[in-house]
């Protein structure tokens, strides 16, 4: 088995388009319609909810722990728009690294037809929506050799009673010279009212030439808007303040990442600086909530530094402002020395206009003329 990276798209292509073109059509019971039920902006995000596979030294399940199913994160269907029969929408993958596969394409869910394809090629297939308001013996498009639902029942889905459809089958493949054979049983199910998928499982059990291994694995909706009042599970990005730093030094914020209504998938972090500024980041990944230290350097100037947070189809941005002030020179005084030195300085001056001030009337007094003494009469004889 060969190594790939399968999105939630591919996943269920994959292994259910030669199932359809072999498996038996029922004809159904009543006149169906065949009409969406869907409208535009309602979406419903999956998870993988388990998988195994058995035994984990062989070389099928070493494939699938090396980009295998175990490492998508969820996978998200939104609709795009609704006309007629056909159906636009965007599915994206998100992986436990926190990258993402996005792609948009359309299905009609009266001729089958849809514009996504296994990642084998071949007759277009479609399992993401059906028709609303199917039922058991249904085929699940209106086309000759389409599959029928093989059962319609009650189950308990996000905490609600909701009758649903059910279709499934065992695929054998066995390959032209005896190398290989694969038996594959698929079960999905689908909401009756809306006709989106629910939950989709697949078995496969493998015999070749190294041996013989069981895989299996469910991926199944964790939220939607549909028919609930879910909120599109995200995050948030904040910073604690801007950046003041004298050049050769460095100056640091904190980048705050917060979950909203169960987002618990890896954040990637990227920061975006301009020419003169050298920003990092001790981290560059978050699962769901936490913080990562950003530390900035550089020439005096004003800068804006962006981070970047993506997860799977969502991003978020925050900016933090940095000023770098020139350091100060190296016999330049501090304001404490200054006001010293201004004391001082006061000081003497008071000093020397005291010392010229005691100097001047000194002077001014020994310059001044004595007044003549009067000399006493002499004494005469009479």
Same mark, same amino acid.
């Given at each position: 088995?060969? &190594? &790939?990276?399968?999105?939630?798209?591919?996943?269920?292509?994959?292994?259910?388009?030669?199932?359809?073109?072999?498996?038996?059509?029922?004809?159904?019971?009543?006149?169906?319609?065949?009409?969406?039920?869907?409208?535009?902006?309602?979406?419903?995000?999956?998870?993988?909810? =388990?998988?195994?596979?058995?035994?984990?030294?062989?070389?099928?399940?070493?494939?699938?722990?090396? *980009?295998?199913?175990?490492?998508?994160?969820?996978?998200?269907?939104?609709?795009?728009?609704?006309?007629?029969?056909?159906?636009?929408?965007?599915?994206?993958?998100?992986?436990?690294?926190?990258?993402?596969?996005?792609?948009?394409?359309?299905?009609?869910?009266?001729?089958?037809?849809?514009?996504?394809?296994?990642?084998?090629?071949?007759?277009?297939?479609?399992?993401?929506?059906?028709? *609303?308001?199917?039922?058991?013996?249904? /085929?699940?498009?209106?086309?000759?050799?389409?599959?029928?639902?093989?059962?319609?029942?009650?189950?308990?889905?996000?905490?609600? =009673?909701?009758?649903?459809?059910?279709?499934?089958?065992?695929?054998?493949?066995?390959?032209?010279?005896?190398?290989?054979?694969?038996?594959?049983?698929?079960?999905?199910?689908?909401?009756?009212?809306?006709?989106?998928?629910?939950?989709?499982?697949?078995?496969?059990?493998?015999?070749?030439?190294?041996?013989?291994?069981?895989?299996?694995?469910?991926?199944?909706?964790?939220?939607?808007?549909?028919?609930?009042?879910?909120?599109?599970?995200?995050?948030?990005? &904040?910073?604690?303040?801007?950046?003041?730093?004298?050049?050769? &030094?460095?100056?640091?914020?904190?980048?705050?990442?917060?979950?909203?209504?169960?987002?618990?998938?890896?954040?990637?972090?990227?920061?975006?600086?301009?020419?003169?500024?050298?920003?990092?980041?001790?981290?560059?990944?978050?699962?769901?909530?936490?913080? =990562?230290?950003?530390?900035?350097?550089?020439?005096?100037?004003?800068?804006?530094?962006?981070?970047?947070?993506?997860?799977?189809?969502?991003?978020?941005?925050?900016?933090?402002?940095?000023?770098?002030?020139?350091?100060?020179?190296?016999?330049?005084?501090?304001?404490?020395?200054?006001?010293?030195?201004?004391?001082?300085?006061? =000081?003497?001056?008071?000093?020397?206009?005291?010392?010229?001030?005691?100097?001047?009337?000194?002077?001014?007094?020994?310059?001044?003329?004595?007044?003549?003494?009067?000399?006493?009469?002499? /004494?005469?004889?009479?």
């Amino acid at each position: 088995m060969q &190594s &790939s990276k399968w999105s939630f798209s591919t996943l269920l292509l994959a292994f259910v388009l030669a199932s359809v073109i072999v498996a038996p059509s029922i004809l159904p019971a009543r006149a169906a319609t065949y009409t969406p039920a869907l409208t535009s902006g309602q979406w419903a995000e999956y998870k993988l909810l =388990a998988t195994t596979c058995l035994p984990s030294g062989s070389p099928e399940c070493l494939a699938q722990g090396n *980009g295998g199913t175990s490492d998508t994160d969820y996978g998200l269907l939104e609709i795009a728009g609704v006309s007629g029969t056909n159906v636009t929408l965007d599915l994206s993958t998100a992986y436990t690294n926190g990258s993402n596969v996005a792609m948009q394409g359309w299905v009609d869910v009266a001729s089958g037809g849809s514009s996504l394809t296994s990642l084998a090629g071949g007759a277009p297939s479609n399992y993401f929506i059906l028709s *609303g308001g199917l039922q058991v013996g249904d /085929a699940i498009w209106n086309a000759p050799g389409a599959p029928a639902l093989n059962q319609t029942t009650t189950e308990s889905i996000l905490g609600d =009673a909701r009758d649903v459809n059910v279709l499934n089958y065992t695929y054998t493949f066995n390959s032209p010279y005896g190398q290989f054979s694969t038996s594959t049983s698929t079960q999905f199910t689908f909401d009756k009212q809306y006709g989106i998928l629910i939950e989709f499982s697949l078995s496969t059990s493998t015999t070749s030439p190294s041996g013989s291994s069981q895989f299996t694995t469910t991926f199944g909706m964790v939220a939607n808007n549909i028919w609930r009042s879910d909120s599109l599970p995200d995050f948030t990005i &904040s910073n604690s303040g801007s950046i003041t730093v004298q050049a050769g &030094s460095s100056g640091t914020t904190t980048i705050t990442l917060s979950d909203q209504y169960g987002f618990g998938s890896t954040i990637n972090l990227q920061v975006t600086t301009q020419s003169g500024l050298t920003c990092t980041l001790d981290k560059t990944s978050v699962r769901g909530s936490g913080t =990562a230290t950003l530390s900035c350097t550089g020439q005096p100037a004003s800068y804006t530094v962006t981070i970047t947070a993506t997860s799977g189809p969502a991003t978020h941005k925050t900016q933090v402002p940095v000023q770098i002030n020139p350091a100060a020179t190296p016999n330049q005084p501090t304001n404490q020395s200054n006001l010293i030195y201004i004391g001082i300085g006061v =000081a003497a001056v008071v000093a020397i206009a005291a010392l010229a001030s005691f100097l001047l009337l000194r002077r001014k007094k020994e310059a001044s003329p004595t007044a003549p003494t009067e000399t006493p009469p002499s /004494a005469t004889t009479t």
